[in-house]
């Protein structure tokens, strides 16, 4: 079910300048140096570069099809053998091409977004889906009005789709939503990440909860309902939505009890009605388990059999810098958690952390976007470090300064405590201190780099 240089030319409003309106349309790229033979450019203007400046090298390594809207300059006697359609807007160009190709499929969507957990709650649930359908998902963190589309439009002989919706402002995920019309929405929870940006933990709750502008008009919504604020809106949602709840405190439709866990990933029992299964996931964070009865909740309301959605759960493969393990030859483990931060992400890894009989090192940069919130949040963390008899921190940049300051003032030694500006400024000290059987855990805001450092750890020998 692939469309052509017609379709995109009617629901865009666009023009062909040259080439062929009967010319199918299969693979879509915003980046002329991974383009291939044949594909459809779009000219992508950001904040430092304009992709419509690119259309010639786009040409010249194969693309077929170029979508602009800015096209002055063009030698159209050049590429007499290609097409060029010209559009007002080509982000709101690919969102409407998205939007056509998904209306082209009569398949379950799932969206999934949340304040935390979003990446891990989306693999969990494509990992369940897979041993039964052909599942395209968001490839690493691509949730945003650009990566989101362009994952809709990868759209083949698949028969399932899990997509993950970021936002950082009111109204993103209202865009989003409605040009995937999911099928089954979920909303993992409602916590403090972009709070600065939105102001209060209830806004972040009103922009998440517009995932559901886009919900099938038989479509069904999951939600955490141990997350306080979701909790809260269970009875408005009941009301007006076909609504499921997963738990562990608060009865809900999907629970888990039994709970084991370690350093290595936690064992329980999934309740559904009168069924018991019992689960094992390969990672050991509440957030996990969690994500695991999420899966399980929607295998079983897709139909797959109770094993499969066992495997499905076991077989979880995570996206890189989520908690990744990672061990170097001087046998130091790494907890790799770089890709992102937020309190509660933040809290989850320092538990996780905390389970282990090792030597326990935190290596934490800042965590962005919090606004007027940024000295009370970075002082929970500091609080937690505390909590989770971490033996020795490492903070990095300006704002872990209060996470240091608050551990101190809670009772950390102050002599197992180093702060760095930067993460290079780490390198020396992790040379020096760290040794075989330590465990480290490194996380921070993506901004802050943090990958450097891991990198630098996997280097020692």
């Given at each position: 079910m692939n469309i052509y240089v017609e379709d995109i030319i009617r629901e865009c409003n666009g023009k062909l300048i040259i080439g062929d309106s009967k010319k199918e349309c299969i693979n879509f790229c915003k980046d002329t140096r991974?383009?291939?033979?044949?594909?459809?450019?779009?000219?992508?203007?950001?904040?430092?570069?304009?992709?419509?400046?690119?259309?010639?090298?786009?040409?010249?390594?194969?693309?077929?099809?170029?979508?602009?809207?800015?096209?002055?300059?063009i030698d159209i006697n050049k590429y007499k053998d290609k097409t060029i359609i010209k559009v007002e807007d080509s982000i709101i160009a690919l969102g409407k091409i998205a939007a056509y190709k998904r209306s082209l499929y009569n398949i379950p969507v799932i969206a999934v977004?949340?304040?935390?957990?979003?990446?891990?709650?989306?693999?969990?649930?494509?990992?369940?889906?897979?041993?039964?359908?052909?599942?395209?998902?968001?490839?690493?963190?691509?949730?945003?009005?650009?990566?989101?589309?362009?994952?809709?439009?990868?759209?083949?002989?698949?028969?399932?789709?899990?997509?993950?919706?970021?936002m950082n402002h009111f109204n993103e995920i209202s865009y989003l939503t409605k040009i995937a019309k999911p099928t089954i929405a979920?909303?993992?929870?409602?916590?403090t990440a972009h709070i600065g940006n939105l102001g209060s933990r209830e806004n972040i709750l009103k922009a998440k909860l517009e995932i559901l502008e886009g919900l099938d008009k038989d479509g069904i919504l999951?939600?955490?309902?141990?997350?306080?604020?979701?909790?809260?809106?269970?009875?408005?949602?009941?009301?007006?939505?076909?609504?499921?709840?997963?738990?562990?405190?608060?009865?809900?439709?999907y629970m888990a009890c039994n709970i084991k866990?370690?350093?290595?990933?936690?064992?329980?029992?999934?309740?559904?009605?009168?069924?018991e299964e019992n689960i094992q996931v390969n990672v050991a964070t509440r957030p996990f388990i969690y994500n695991s009865v999420m899966g399980y909740a929607i295998g079983k309301t897709l139909k797959i059999d109770n094993d499969l959605i066992k495997k499905g759960i076991s077989d979880l493969k995570l996206t890189p810098h989520r908690l990744e393990k990672k061990i170097n030859k001087r046998?130091?483990?790494?907890?790799?958690?770089?890709?992102?931060?937020?309190?509660?992400?933040?809290?989850?890894?320092?538990?996780?952390?905390?389970?282990?009989?090792?030597?326990?090192?935190?290596?934490?940069?800042?965590?962005?976007?919090?606004?007027?919130?940024?000295e009370e949040i970075h002082r929970k963390v500091g609080l937690d470090v505390i909590k989770n008899n971490i033996d020795v921190l490492i903070t990095v940049g300006n704002y872990s300064e209060f996470i240091k300051d608050e551990?101190?003032?809670?009772?950390?030694?102050?002599?197992?405590?180093?702060?760095?500006?930067?993460?290079?400024?780490?390198y020396s000290l992790l040379t020096d201190i760290l040794k075989k059987g330590d465990i480290v855990l490194v996380k921070g805001?993506?901004?802050?780099?943090?990958?450097k450092v891991v990198e630098k750890i996997l280097e020692l020998k």
């Open positions: 991974i383009i291939k033979e044949n594909d459809v450019y779009i000219g992508i203007k950001g904040e430092n570069f304009d992709g419509n400046k690119f259309y010639d090298k786009a040409f010249d390594n194969g693309a077929s099809v170029c979508i602009l809207d800015n096209i002055e300059d977004t949340g304040s935390v957990g979003k990446t891990s709650t989306k693999d969990m649930i494509a990992s369940v889906l897979e041993t039964k359908y052909n599942v395209l998902r968001t490839e690493g963190n691509n949730n945003n009005n650009i990566g989101m589309p362009l994952t809709i439009l990868k759209l083949k002989d698949h028969n399932c789709m899990v997509l993950e919706m970021g979920v909303i993992t929870n409602i916590g999951f939600i955490n309902n141990d997350n306080d604020l979701l909790h809260k809106e269970y009875d408005k949602l009941k009301d007006n939505y076909n609504l499921k709840t997963i738990g562990i405190d608060n009865k809900s439709d866990e370690d350093i290595t990933g936690s064992i329980f029992t999934i309740k559904d009605n009168d069924i046998g130091v483990i790494i907890i790799d958690d770089t890709y992102n931060a937020s309190y509660d992400s933040m809290k989850s890894a320092l538990e996780l952390l905390g389970k282990s009989n090792n030597r326990k090192i935190a290596i934490l940069g800042d965590m962005l976007e919090l606004g007027n919130y940024t551990a101190i003032k809670t009772g950390f030694n102050k002599e197992n405590i180093y702060s760095f500006k930067q993460q290079t400024d780490t805001s993506h901004g802050i780099n943090l990958i």
